[in-house]
């Protein structure tokens, strides 16, 4: 209420009931973001000396078909059977598995008030259900068995490797249902996530509002090498809008329909993927959780040093793990607490159509944990 009272941001079009992921950032919201970008500027375009563009929203299909986001830049939704409403659907699994587990924690906590008679096991479900108003449905009291409990969190630890079959076999296994309603959800489907549109009155020049700011970059990369005397390596960069038409849009900033990106792409040699600065970064330590760990069923970062990461193959080269190490010390300058940040490998099944390694940089917040950078080998 405070954030909204304040004005930092708020719904847009809220006095036309407004539309779900659509934001207007006030005076200190506005002001705040552009604190970011000047820092992320000067921290990654002005030292590392990249080439700045600023390039079209409006994409012709024809880029994105060959980019293959047409074809696979989707998520799974699933559909309550009754009232109609979407979900996405390893959002649902992962909130309905996470409200039991919280469940059965309170359940073995109201039975250790009754045995320590600290307080009365009403009480306690009555003190934590304030705290338990969760994207999952309310939390009931419930207990599970060891057994159930080591299940559900394997399944947790690599949520993201999971196909649409996959889903659908654990919608089926653990009776997942839309936690606001109680009905039975449909099998997931595949729904691609850009909003299409048309070029030019005749309607016949299809074109979407682009989903990323790498495409603009990519399709001037011959402009980007004879600017740069046809020297390699070099990296752009660049600063803008990006549109994604999100299934459920319902934690506030952090998914939503339009939004302002930063990213840089580095074109480097494939055969040689070395960088010259990477001696400057290869002490610093950062919390990894590669894709093997996650597989296993864990989900506790390992504090390693990139420089070993590398040399182990954890992380596959040089380049890629020198912009980890610079992300990481971006984060640190934004005042992201170290204990709240990990980085983690994305799984086989989850990895990006046009990505052959990739780890995203997320913080933990109390939606969990949740993605704010990505670094991908392309």
């Known amino acids: 209420s405070l954030v909204l009272k304040r004005f930092f941001y708020a719904q847009s079009f809220s006095i036309y009931n407004g539309v779900a992921g659509l934001y207007d950032f006030g005076p200190t919201g506005a002001a705040l973001q552009q604190n970011l970008i000047s820092l992320w500027r000067q921290h990654f375009v002005i030292e590392e000396d990249m080439l700045e563009v600023d390039c079209s929203i409006m994409t012709p299909a024809e880029v994105l078909k060959t980019s293959g ?12 059977t009754k009232d109609g409403s979407v979900m996405r659907a390893d959002h649902l699994v992962e909130a309905v598995l996470e409200a039991r587990l919280e469940g059965d924690a309170l359940a073995r906590k109201m039975a250790g008030a009754t045995i320590n008679c600290e307080a009365s096991p009403a009480a306690v479900a009555k003190t934590d259900a304030k705290k338990n108003k969760k994207k999952g449905g309310p939390i009931a009291a419930t207990k599970l068995d060891d ?97 994604r038409n999100e299934i459920a849009p319902r934690q506030g900033l952090l ?21 010259p600065r990477f001696d400057e970064v290869a002490h610093i330590e950062l919390p990894l959780l590669p894709s093997q760990v996650q597989l296993d069923g864990k989900t506790t970062p390992i504090m390693t040093r990139i420089g070993d990461a ?53 913080i933990k917040t109390s939606h969990g944990w949740i993605e704010c950078v990505g670094c991908a080998d392309r």
């Open 69 to 80: 986001h047409v074809e696979k830049f989707a998520d799974w939704m699933c559909k309550d």
């Open 147 to 243: 057994a159930a409990i080591e299940e559900y969190k394997f399944i947790l630890a690599q949520i993201d490797n999971y196909d649409g079959k996959g889903l659908a076999d654990l919608i089926i296994k653990y009776d997942i249902r839309n936690p606001d309603t109680g009905n039975a959800v449909t099998a997931p489907a595949m729904f691609n996530l850009m909003f299409e549109s048309s070029i030019g009155p005749s309607g016949n020049l299809k074109g979407y509002l682009r989903p990323e700011t790498a495409q603009g970059q990519f399709v001037n990369f011959s402009r980007l090498l004879e600017f740069n005397n046809q020297k390699m390596p070099f990296a752009s960069a660049m600063v803008g809008r990006s549109f």
């Open 255 to 275: 998914r939503v329909r339009e939004f302002t990106m930063a990213e840089v792409e580095h074109y480097v040699d494939p055969n040689n993927k070395d960088h």
């Open 310 to 362: 590398v040399t182990s193959g954890t992380v596959d080269n040089q380049t890629l793990g020198y912009f980890l190490a610079r992300i990481y010390l971006y984060l640190m300058a934004v005042g992201i607490k170290h204990e709240l940040l990990r980085f983690r490998q994305h799984l086989p099944n989850e990895m990006a159509h046009y990505a052959t390694d990739c780890w995203d940089a997320e």
